[in-house]
């Protein structure tokens, strides 16, 4: 089973993602944990570029370099964890290109579903938690935690069109993207991602 995390900087989808690790660990179950992009050794090259690159980043520069970094990861990592029946959590995939270069950036939302299938060579999560809240709440949030990257000087008007892209996302697909408000405590989150999770394994027994 492949399950993915979404949300804006500082929605708390890491945290989570940690936390139903340990549970699913403690139940039997063997996880990878993993992040996108960075996954791979070369992966985390790609991240810090991208992250950090001080210089002009073209839009379409920067798409690539995500689905780069998603192509090796899927291939090196992800496909074959599934293969060998480990449940994969991955923080980020598919649906961060679509909020942040789509919606985000203005690129093209059809482009970018084709480009992302490339990359993915088809691969679609199980299963997408949206951990969604007020995109200024959440950037507070990420400011007073984490140190700068090149996303933290983005607008807030950028950070609403992301979230907007995201709950889009989720109406169109709401079989497969959850959405869970990020602004309610750690515990009560966490209770509602094991419950969706144990009901979805319940479900492919
Ligand atoms: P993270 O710190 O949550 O791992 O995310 C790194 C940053 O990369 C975050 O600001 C969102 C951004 N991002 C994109 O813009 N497009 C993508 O496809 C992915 C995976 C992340």
């Known amino acids: 089973m492949f399950i993915t995390f ?5 929605s708390g989808k890491s945290t989570q993602l940690s936390i139903l690790a340990e549970q699913l660990i403690h139940g039997g179950f063997s996880v990878l944990t993993t992040r996108d992009p960075g ?5 985390q090259q790609l991240r810090h570029i991208l992250l950090h690159h001080s210089g002009f980043v073209s839009q379409r520069c920067e798409l690539f370099l995500y689905l780069a970094d998603r ?7 992800i496909q074959p964890a599934l293969a060998r029946g480990n449940i994969v959590l991955c923080d980020r995939f598919i649906d961060s290109t679509i909020a942040y270069q789509g ?3 203005g690129l093209s939302i059809e482009e970018i579903n084709h480009l992302n299938m490339q990359a993915t060579q088809g691969l679609k999560p199980d299963l997408t938690f949206l951990f969604d809240a007020p995109a200024e709440l959440l950037l507070q949030r990420a400011k007073n935690r984490s140190a700068a990257d090149r996303f933290e000087q983005e607008t807030l008007a950028f950070y609403e069109r992301v979230r907007q892209t995201y709950l889009d996302l989720a ?10 408000d990020a602004s309610l405590p750690l515990v009560t989150l966490s209770k509602q991602v094991d419950e969706i999770v144990q009901g979805k394994l319940k479900a492919s027994c």
């Open 103 to 105: 919606g985000g950036r």
């Open 39 to 43: 996954g791979t050794d070369l992966g």
């Open 6 to 10: 979404e949300g804006i900087d500082g």
């Open 71 to 77: 192509a090796q990861h899927v291939e090196e990592l």
């Open 171 to 180: 109406h169109q697909e709401p079989r497969r993207i959850q959405i869970l």
